[in-house]
């Protein structure tokens, strides 16, 4: 995100620094490594004072570098899960086991990444938000249904669904409720299934 040091003159170069930073991040982040802001400054052989004032805190960085860049690339798999064949059921199935083995995956930067986007909202509450990449896979799934569901139906749909999938439901499932990987991903498959069953057992009660 943009700030208002970067918007005002010399942008050109300004965004040149900020790609050198990222990149370096990133590379960083791949390697296994969870960087500081002065880390990834060496790295990319900019100034520590430089790069705090793109990253005002490592945690701001992780919500641009590793939630953006490195887990986001990650989310290809998900989305092709998300348009393969042609029944809603299967590909809401193969949706959640396909964001669950990412989530598994990633789950270190994703939980650094949720604490960052966190404190992202709260300490810039009015700056724009990319669109969700859940609700946007969940409805490529869905899509052979849409005809059938109400648009505010779907739309409680989507939010419901949204509940069994990334690094929260993972936590809530393993952690708050002690099950095992496999457990949790099994309530969440059960779980999406139940609530597309409801939703589309809801809309043949209105219209039939």
Request: aromatic share 6%; glycine share 6%; hydrophobic share 40%.
């Amino acid at each position: 995100m943009a700030d208002a040091y970067e918007q005002s003159g010399r942008t050109r170069q300004k965004r040149r620094t900020r790609n050198a930073l990222k990149a370096a991040a990133t590379e960083l982040v791949a390697a296994g490594r969870q960087p500081t802001v002065a880390e990834v400054a060496d790295a990319a052989g900019i100034s520590k004072s430089t790069a705090y004032r793109y990253y005002p805190s490592q945690e701001l960085m992780y919500a641009e570098v590793v939630f953006g860049a490195t887990v986001g690339s990650g989310r290809t798999a998900i989305y092709a899960a998300a348009q393969g064949g042609e029944e809603a059921y299967e590909r809401l199935d193969r949706v959640i086991q396909a964001d669950h083995e990412f989530t598994t995956h990633h789950e270190r930067d994703l939980r650094a990444a949720l604490r960052a986007f966190l404190l992202l909202i709260e300490s810039y509450p009015d700056a724009p938000l990319e669109p969700s990449h859940r609700v946007q896979y969940l409805t490529l799934a869905l899509a052979p249904v849409a005809d059938r569901i109400p648009e505010p139906t779907m739309r409680r749909l989507i939010a419901a669904l949204s509940l069994c999938v990334g690094v929260e439901a993972a936590m809530i499932t393993q952690v708050n409720n002690q099950l095992t990987a496999q457990e949790s991903e099994d309530v969440k498959r059960w779980a999406a299934e139940s609530l597309l069953r409801a939703a589309l057992a809801e809309d043949v009660g209105q219209t039939g």
